[in-house]
Every structure is written in structure tokens, then in C-alpha cells.
């Protein structure tokens, strides 16, 4: 057998024992050490090697687990058999092996052909990363058994007091289910209206597609009415079945029309008056520029009629799929009979984390500083398209939310103007009916700007409305 002389090295993040393993295993099929050859000692090959007898044993532990050694009891190990169909790995490239099967890059399992513009001033993961490593370190005992269907409690605690703080709420934890996302929660709410005989469901146009589709997929008749400057009328709402309503009055989206007192209550006596329920998405309320937060819908209720939904993703980060619905105490008792259907998508740790986030304040500390920043970049928006952009795209709507609406006269057709914005990074998408800007030479798109650095909005804007011109 060839003398085993590992070129180990202990400054590197690869465990002494896995370097050691994987020299052994690259000789072995190297046909360096050849089948039924006898390794050296544990004891010989750590006095040889100045490494403790425990590094030696794991490396020979793992060796044997995947087959390349054996134990003979009072002899020592040997080399197994390999099949001779096994690639011989080139000389020089021990090394290689260990940092590739060990460490690998991580940029190899990220798609980086996805571009994009995004701003690390959203969000502090400092101090969400502080609560998680709490939770780790003091609750871990929490983590090994699964989340409530419901929710963890903790969070919908948290959430009960801060909507009633922040929109004027009232609801006990035990009305709140929590779901990964919007669509997930709509799903769960789907099953509690059919439970109630309810299979009807009014839309707003424009409206948010994804939670169409649920119902869409739910099989619920569906009525698409259009909205106006007051939000969606109520004279256009069925008045012979019973039936439920999907709006966002605080911020209509994508309009960001809102429903003003009065034609709220008219909404609330629909309500009452066909037995029906009204769905409130509370989209994006809190990132409010202009004036005070809208009341919510739910806080006018006095008759159990509003379901409310709330969502975590604009106010701390997109891929945390926090959601969550308020119901009201009859229908919160209808899923409380079905919730043992279910278990929970949504990470409890993440919940746990949440929850922590918003017990220290954080979250009111982060959603504060948001509205300063989209502000911000609000203003930087509107100037930079009034220089550059004047006749020819037109900001209509913005005064709360993540992104704007904008009318572009261009003869190009949405989806191209869309895809000329993604080539830059820059999301905007189009929007299929909107009755506001009939004219031929006219384009309607949601241009989002929150992901958009202040530092590059310049250069950003400059260069789409360069594209969009030409």
C-alpha cells in the first residue's frame, strides 16, 4: 500500500475528519490502496498524522457507512471491494473533491438570470435575525413538534393588539387564522362561506387576480363589477342571494381608489340587509403618504358581517408568506370544526419569530421607517417623470402602497412595454381593463418603484422611459 500522507489543512472551514475521509476514499479509487488492504491503526495513524484518535475514527465511521471499509473485530480496517465501473479521479484533484462534495458554491443552486432591482435598506435583518436566534436558543424545545392549525397563538396575539392599535380592529386571537399567504387563507375561507351556503362571490375590476382564481377554482359564481373613484358601488351588488364581497377600501389595487365613510356604511347595510358578508383586504393600508390611515372596514362593524385579511409581505419582506384572517365569532366557530382538516403551512418559527419582532416593537419601528423611505422615493418618482417623461407618461394614483398607476402613450402593446421594463429589472404589469383611459394611444400599467434603490432611481427611470420611447 502507498504511505498515506494527507495534505490537510486546518485553517480550512472543511472538518479535519471530512478531509481525511475524502483523501482516503479518492486513494481507494485512485486504486492507490488496493481491495483487502489494511488502513493503518487508529492509534499509529494519529501519532503519525498529530491528529487525535476521535478525527480518525470519525473519518473511518463515515468510510465504512458508505461502504468503502470494514471492521474486522480485533484486526482492524480493511478496504472493501469497489466495483470497477467507478470513475477513477484524476491525480492532483484530491483537493478539488473535498471543497466540491463538501462545500459547494452556493451561487449554484441560485438563478441569477432573474434581474432585478432590490433595495437592502427595506428591511433590517439585524434585528430579525436577533429574535430568530432567540427563539432557536430559547424555545427550541417548541420547534420539534408541529404548528397550530390555527396559528401560534403567541402571533395572533400580537396581531390582535396591533390591529386594533394601527386600524381600529376588535377581534379576540381566537378569531385570527394564520396561513402562508393570501391565497392559502382565501382557500380555507372558501370552505367556511360554502359551509354557510354561500357560493356567490362579487369581485372588484380590476381586481387582484390570484384570489379571484381560488374562488374561480372553488367553483363560486362569480360577478366582476367595476370600480370607481369610490370604490366598488353598491347598487351593483346582488340583492336576491345570499352572497359575499371581495374589496380593499383602505387601497384599492389596483386603483388605489378609497371607499369613503359613507359609502362604507351603505356596504355594512348590504350586508345586513341580504345576510351576505363582506371580504375587507386590508392591502397595504399602513403605507400610507398622504393624510391619516383609513379606518378599517371591520372596526365599523357592529353586526358581524366583515372578514378581514391582513398580509406581512410589503411591510417586512416579500418571501416571508405571513397572512392572515380575522373572522367574525359565528364563522370563526365554523372553522373551529374544520380546522383539525388541516395542518399549518406557515413556518412556525418564522411565526415565533414574528411574533417576538412585534412584542419588541420592531415592527412598528420598521413599518415607520418604510413610510419615510417609499415617501421618499414617491417624490423622486413623480419629479423624474415630470422631467423626462412630461406628455408622455402620467402618474395617476399614489398616494399609499408599493407601486403607482401610470398612463403611457405609446402604440406598443402592454405586455411589450411590461417586458422592456423587466429587461431593465423594473416590475410593472399590465392591467387587462381599466375604464378611466379609453384612448387608443393610451397605456395603463402598475409601475412598482419600492424595490428600486434612491441611489439608482435615476438611472433606472431614465433608462425605461429611454426603452419605452424608442
Not at 479509487?29 to 491503526?41: F, R, T
Not at 420539534?144 to 393588539?161: H, N, V, Y
Not at 366583515?306 to 410589503?314: A, P, R, T
Request: some cysteine; hydrophobic content about 35%; charged content about 20%.
Amino acid at each position: 500500500m502507498k504511505a498515506l500522507i494527507p495534505n490537510l489543512q486546518p485553517e480550512s472551514a472543511t472538518p479535519l475528519y471530512l478531509q481525511l475521509y475524502n483523501y482516503i476514499k479518492t486513494a481507494i479509487l485512485n486504486g492507490d490502496i488496493l481491495p483487502s488492504e489494511k488502513l493503518p491503526s487508529l492509534r499509529n495513524f494519529s501519532k503519525s498524522l498529530g491528529l487525535s484518535i476521535t478525527t480518525i475514527e470519525l473519518a473511518y465511521n463515515q468510510l465504512m457507512v458508505e461502504g468503502y471499509i470494514y471492521s474486522k473485530p480485533q484486526s482492524g480496517y480493511f478496504v472493501n471491494e469497489i466495483s470497477s465501473g467507478m470513475r477513477s479521479i484524476p491525480k492532483g484533484k484530491e483537493y478539488f473533491l473535498i471543497e466540491s462534495n463538501t462545500r459547494p458554491e452556493f451561487d449554484l443552486f441560485l438563478d441569477n438570470s432573474k434581474k432585478g432591482y432590490y433595495d437592502e435598506s427595506c428591511f433590517n435583518f439585524v434585528k430579525w435575525k436577533k429574535c430568530l436566534n432567540h427563539i432557536i436558543n430559547e424555545y427550541s424545545h417548541l420547534l420539534l413538534s408541529e404548528g397550530d392549525a390555527q396559528g401560534e397563538k403567541a402571533l395572533r396575539w400580537e396581531i390582535s393588539k396591533y390591529v386594533y392599535q394601527s386600524r381600529g380592529v376588535t377581534c379576540t386571537p381566537e378569531q385570527i387564522v394564520i396561513g402562508a399567504g393570501t391565497q392559502q387563507i382565501t382557500g380555507q375561507l372558501c370552505t367556511i362561506l360554502l359551509k354557510m351556503g354561500i357560493n356567490h362571490i362579487t369581485v372588484e375590476e380590476p381586481g387582484y387576480l390570484p384570489v379571484r382564481n381560488i374562488f374561480r377554482d372553488r367553483a363560486f359564481a362569480m360577478t366582476a363589477v367595476p370600480v370607481g373613484k369610490e370604490g366598488i358601488p353598491v347598487s351593483k351588488l346582488p340583492t336576491n342571494i345570499r352572497s359575499a364581497v371581495y374589496v380593499s377600501p383602505s387601497n384599492q389595487f389596483p386603483t388605489g381608489y378609497v371607499m369613503p365613510i359613507g359609502k362604507r356604511y351603505d356596504l355594512l347595510n348590504w350586508a345586513v340587509k341580504n345576510d351576505s358578508i363582506v371580504i375587507e383586504d386590508d392591502y397595504d393600508s399602513e403605507l400610507r403618504y398622504f393624510g391619516k390611515p383609513i379606518p378599517s372596514l371591520q372596526g365599523l362593524d357592529h353586526n358581524q358581517r366583515v372578514v378581514y385579511l391582513g398580509s406581512f409581505s410589503s411591510t417586512l419582506f416579500p418571501s416571508i408568506k405571513i397572512s392572515y384572517m380575522i373572522l367574525p365569532e359565528h364563522m370563526a366557530e365554523i372553522f373551529d370544526t374544520i380546522h383539525g382538516d388541516y395542518t399549518q403551512t406557515c413556518s412556525k418559527t418564522e411565526q415565533l419569530t414574528l411574533a417576538l419582532y412585534m412584542s419588541r416593537g420592531y415592527y412598528q419601528t420598521n413599518l415607520k421607517k418604510l413610510r419615510t423611505l417609499y415617501s421618499q422615493k414617491l417624490q423622486v418618482v413623480l419629479s423624474l417623470f415630470e422631467k423626462w417623461g412630461k406628455g408622455f407618461i402620467q402618474p395617476i394614483n399614489f398616494s399609499s402602497g408599493i407601486n403607482m398607476l401610470v398612463s403611457v402613450k405609446s402604440k406598443k402593446m402592454p405586455s411589450q412595454l411590461c417586458q422592456e421594463a423587466h429587461e431593465l429589472g423594473i416590475k410593472t404589469l399590465p392591467i387587462t381593463s381599466y375604464i378611466e383611459f379609453p384612448s387608443e394611444d393610451a397605456v395603463t400599467l402598475i409601475f412598482y418603484y419600492n424595490q428600486i434603490p434612491l441611489k439608482d432611481m435615476e438611472t433606472a427611470l431614465k433608462s425605461l422611459l429611454e426603452k419605452w420611447k424608442s
